[in-house]
């Protein structure tokens, strides 16, 4: 559903925003500036998607616009000088992202690109595709018109993900994996072109020239897609998996491994933040652990992650020790996993193949991880228990108990607790 006419497309926004557009445009009117919406904004108000962000776009000093639009609005400025944006927080929870209109030259391909103030027009032309390079006026007597120099509308109408010119990819290979997250995400197609292009800038090693967080910042942004999957799956057809390291793949099993991790929201707390760790420590599973190695290299993971990676090859001694039956009781796989990263815990959790480990995992990170006990080294005191190293090691055995299940309330803690000390004593007698 692409609404030809803008002004319907507006008309479907919340009245709150929308009054807050006009409220904007009215400010640049008396300003004597020029104010868009721009970018993936109009992209999803055409296509009928909402959407969190509202891009806003001045030609001319978007900052100093957003001040006055703060003030005017009782709202907050929080500017981002580097990047000629500010952030306007209104005071219904809303916000706008207000930039500068700009132009961007990279100086070599990959690098982060140099940013001037420029016309609107040549802040169109600087984007990656024809479907976000469209603006729509929001000044009084301009509301609503759309301008579209590439003619992304026709694209969004066609469906087709396509690139302004033929060096994008190479100036700015973030946009290989940009493309297929709005190709996936928009059930959208490369235009032939443009695939041809993405071909080429792979083949080229323009990956290569991503630093490793740059690179890491479009994988995680392809795992809070609603499904990442067929993201991942379509660069490996394109090539774009191999090109950040030989050992990376989409297969069936990381297909499976992405489902089970997307089905199981329930064992995960409503605050959890790393659903992308999850996604990413799925897509480096079985490696060998100089695979792993290589990948962190390339990568340069946050310290989370890092762990997350590197604790699956931990996990393969403690599984071990489970088959074998050398870990057997819940205390005892508590022990052997407690330094283990939650992240990590919570992935086996939810993808383990066999069902017991699984349990023994979701028991693990669930219950036994957060079980404290009652009684403490006072309590200890109290049952004139002389104080020394017997403290540490009495506690420690009554959690043992108590996360094995033999033991519950806090009567029975301390009834443990007086029980141990007497036997130690009687040994030791
Ligand atoms: N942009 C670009 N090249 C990039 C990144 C961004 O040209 N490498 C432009 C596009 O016009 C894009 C806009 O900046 O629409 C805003 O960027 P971003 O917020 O990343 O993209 P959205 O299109 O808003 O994507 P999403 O829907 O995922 O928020």
Redesign the pocket.
């Known amino acids: 559903m692409i609404g030809s006419d803008m002004k319907e497309a507006i008309a479907r926004l919340p009245e709150g925003i929308r009054e807050r557009l006009r409220q904007a445009g009215r400010l640049a009117d008396e300003s004597g500036l020029d104010l868009y919406l ?4 109009v ?2 108000m055409l296509l009928g998607r909402s ?1 969190k ?1 509202v ?1 806003l776009a001045v030609d001319g000093d978007g900052m100093g616009f957003a001040g006055r639009l703060a003030r005017g609005t009782g709202g907050r400025c929080t500017p981002h000088s580097r990047f000629l944006t500010a952030t306007v927080d209104l005071p219904e929870g809303n916000s706008l992202d207000v930039a500068t209109a700009r132009s961007e030259t990279y100086e070599r391909p990959g690098a982060l690109p140099r940013v001037a103030p420029a016309s609107m027009d040549v802040d169109l032309a ?4 024809t479907i ?2 469209m603006a729509v006026s929001l000044n009084g007597r301009s509301f609503g018109e759309l301008v579209d120099p590439f003619n992304g509308l026709d694209d969004l109408r066609k469906r087709l993900v396509r690139i302004l010119h033929d060096r994008s990819f190479i100036d ?1 290979p ?2 290989l994996f ?1 493309a297929v ?2 190709e996936r ?1 928009l059930r959208f197609r490369l235009e032939r072109g443009t695939a041809g292009r993405f071909r080429e800038a792979v083949s080229e090693g323009m990956i290569g020239n991503l630093s490793g967080p740059r690179l890491l910042e479009q994988l995680k ?1 392809i795992c809070v897609e609603p499904d990442p999957w067929p993201v991942f799956n379509r660069l490996e057809r394109l090539g774009a998996l191999k090109a950040i390291h030989p050992a990376l793949a989409s297969d069936s099993g990381l297909e499976t491994l992405v489902r089970e991790i997307s089905q199981s929201g329930d064992l995960a707390s409503s605050t959890y933040d790393g659903w992308w760790i999850l996604y990413l420590v799925a897509l480096f599973r079985p490696r060998r652990a100089e695979t792993l190695e290589g990948v962190v290299d390339r990568l340069k993971p946050n310290r989370r992650l890092r762990k997350a990676i590197e604790d699956m090859s931990r996990w393969s001694g403690v599984e071990q020790a489970v088959e074998s039956g050398e870990i057997d009781t819940a205390a005892d796989f508590c022990r052997a996993v407690r330094t283990i990263s939650e992240d990590t815990m919570l992935f086996l959790s939810m993808t383990h193949p066999e069902d017991a480990i699984r349990r023994r995992c979701e028991a693990y990170y669930r219950h036994h991880r957060h079980m404290r006990l009652s009684i403490d080294g006072r309590t200890l005191k109290e049952l004139e228990i002389p104080e020394g190293p017997a403290y540490g090691e009495i506690l420690d055995e009554v959690l043992s108990m108590k996360i094995n299940g033999e033991i519950g309330t806090a009567e029975e803690e301390l009834g443990a607790a007086r029980e141990i000390w007497s036997r130690r004593n009687n040994l030791s007698t």
């Not at 721009?38 to 904004?41: I, L, N, S």
């Not at 600087?126 to 595709?129: A, G, Q, T, V």
């Open positions: 721009v970018g993936g904004t992209r999803d959407r962000d891009d600087r984007r990656d595709f976000n390079a700015d973030t946009r940009r997250r709005f995400r942004l």
